[in-house]
């Protein structure tokens, strides 16, 4: 567990720096993504459950040497996650205005909550990935690696998208906030391929015996 405690807290940490670059936009931004993140937790509820089933249902299947049924688990869960949030996303990004009234009445903060829940929960579907495989391979024992993928994307990825993009491609917010679900989406990619290699088929098999 401690590499997933320190791979939270780093992410926290640099997120705070994030932050500063949604605040430079000012109140009625700010208000905006805060609304944005507050819909977005609905989403994650389920997405994050499925992970932490992964880990403990890969983990069991894998101390019995059941290396087939762990990775079928996890596939399933994969499938639930992405048709659980499917769900969730489609009526959240058609009445985006009304859930972002929930929380303010201020029509500019409506306006930007709208746009960021628009613009981000469509990627959550990528973030889907990133979460289940990464549970999974906490449930095989290999949590250092998931822990090094969600530094390089959430943190070192993401800080170097928001440098770049702020001070030489365009310093708007909307290339801004994307760098959030690039950073998903970086997640996911290297997530996939090191849980799609063999190497964590052959560790959890050994460590059965």
Not at 96 to 110: E, K, L, P, Q
Not at 136 to 151: D, Q, T
Request: aromatic share 14%; hydrophobic share 55%.
């Amino acid at each position: 567990g401690f590499p997933a405690a320190l791979q939270m807290t780093i992410t926290a940490f640099s997120n705070i720096f994030v932050q500063s670059y949604i605040n430079f936009f000012g109140m009625e931004v700010m208000g905006g993504w805060t609304a944005y993140n507050k819909v977005g937790q609905l989403v994650l509820l389920p997405m994050q459950s499925v992970s932490l089933a992964s880990t403990t249902f890969v983990g069991q299947n894998i101390g019995q040497n059941q290396v087939k049924r762990a990775e079928k688990g996890a596939n399933v869960s994969l499938l639930i996650t992405l048709i659980s949030t499917a769900i969730l996303v489609a009526p959240i990004m058609i009445f985006a205005r009304a859930f972002v009234s929930i929380f303010n009445s201020n029509t500019a903060i409506i306006d930007y909550g709208s746009i960021f829940i628009r613009m981000m929960i469509p990627f959550y579907l990528v973030w889907c990935v990133n979460q289940v495989y990464s549970g999974a391979l906490r449930g095989v024992g290999k949590s250092i690696g998931p822990m090094i993928i969600m530094l390089v994307s959430f943190v070192a990825f993401r800080q170097a998208y928001l440098f770049v993009v702020a001070r030489f491609i365009s310093n708007t917010i909307l290339p801004i906030a994307m760098g959030f679900p690039a950073g998903w989406v970086v997640g996911s990619f290297l997530a996939a391929a090191y849980y799609r290699s063999d190497r964590w088929k052959r560790h959890g098999s050994l460590a059965a015996k």
